[in-house]
DNA sequence: GTGAAAGCGCTAACAA
DNA sequence: TTGTTAGCGCTTTCAC
């Protein structure tokens, strides 16, 4: 690293500056009521004249706390994270914590070391959408307070979107669209709420009578949509569920570019309704995801604001242009 | 926080366990070759059992370096921030760093808080597009090694787009398409790229004869791009520059709900080349930013892998359909 | 090769 | 109200 700064100035400069003990410049600046008014302004006056920073490593050691949260999401590129990103810095702030992001990339191995570097440095942890096994999540959670977004453990507090609901919802309106047959174009292997999608799909599919196969798994990326478009295509279904928007999307542009009519040959859905859903071409039906709620609830079960739960949030369907009548 | 967890092994438990001093399994544990082969492989074997992890608070507390690094962004939200922090994860983790990052939800005052708070922990900023003032930067500076990205303060390195060619080629493109008429859609009055975007294209422009006017400031997110439309529609101009792709994709957004042909009745270039910019309707004619590079850059310049310097790197122009020729 | 001991900067008993 | 002192868990001289 470049340019070192001077040497940054301590309590102990503070301390002997002011003509106090360490002890005392330390409860006036942060334990005011036990000293002197006098004494704290003089304190005060001298920690900002000579530029006085605590150092918080050092101010963290004796408790171990450190007032930072830590929101882990399994990939910083998906939209879907923003409004959930966003509820949980508000609701952090509210209750005095920073919150640190970290981006897993989709790596179980890369989500592991993140936690375990950034663990000695925060209070706790929101996981979005894990990607690292049962075994490492126990393991994190026996050493620092966890908090899981679609997924679940015994004993961890967590939010989850309506898998069921969502998949009934996304069968209705397929159903009622005219379709019989429909193909999951499935995410990643890691991800648990992908098993769960495809279970709640599949499920309620067979309700009402509509043949459901998986395909896949894909990467939930823009660029897996090329593959995923031509695997469902390549079924002879009539309507594309995919794991998600950024999966859903890229099947979308793949579709354009073949010149497959949407929703004229084929229906498309999608899941989280990101930004872009509503402006990519045709726009996208889409089961929206609680992501902002989401992100508030996890963090105040986490600081203690809201009970430990496992909390289950209904996900509407927005239904746009991407879905139309069955062809035929 | 909830469920605390059970104390957790250190390396005084290690070194009883072991049967050797502490700064014997201190030194098994992180600096090899000065421990027997036998004594190592102990105490590492007892490590291991009792489940020791160091605590990286403390272990920072001697140096004060804990290898992490900071990214702070202006919005979180803005997918023009993915590649660069696509770029900056891929150089920290070869220079065995960890990133973590902060969303400065434009706001100078979040910003500037995070830094405060993030400073201790962290051994260095990349700071991208701070919306912090001058003073507050360069205090930061003076306390912690901090690169910039379209930012730039004397001493500090820094990565910025070259706004002037940018211009150069937007206005070269709308001139070729007989346009003798553009508005700028301005950005945050906190936000320096803006001022030197609005210059060189009021530059470029007279350069042509092309008249340009400046409007705004308009917040950067697509919310903001109805009220940017029905501003650029009312100057009468036959082509909108906008500030950056989000507010230019909002801008696409109002206009199609207008009824306003795009390109057919006025233009409409944005900057960054975001997520979304390619397959939103009509696709967006932009200047790519070449934030992934950047990312990279940033890092090694932070780390001290690559000198540091003022870096002003290219941003090609991408003609989409966006642009047209202009009416009458 | 290993151990004892002195901090890193701060907080929090405990005394005074 | 203020000062003295003992840690927080680790690294790192300095002896042995």
Redesign the interface.
Known sequence: ?????AR?ATLHDVAREAGVAVSTASRALSNPGRVSAGTRAHVLDVARRIGY?????????PS?R???L?LLVPD??N?HH?AL??GA?IQAAAAGY??????G?ESPALEV??A??????V??FVLISPRMDDSALRELR????VVLFNRTMA?V?SVVVDAVDAARQIVEHLHALGHRRLAYLGGPRTSWIDARRWQALEDQAARRGIAALRLGPFEPV?EAGAAAADAGLASGVGALVAFNDLLA?GV??RLERRGVAVPGRISVVGADDI??AA???PPLTTVASPAERAGRLLVD????VAD?AELVLPCPLVARESTGPAPG
Chains 1, 2 share one sequence.
């Open positions: 690293m470049d340019h070192e700064p940054p920073r605590p150092n918080r490593l050092a101010q963290a050691l171990g450190t007032r930072m830590a910083i590129t939209p923003f990103i966003r810095e920073t919150l640190v992001l970290g981006d990339q070391g993140h375990d570097r950034l663990g000695s440095f209070d706790g026996a050493r620092h307070p004993g507090p823009l999307i979308l542009q930004f872009g402006f990519c071409h079960m986490l600081t203690g430990a």
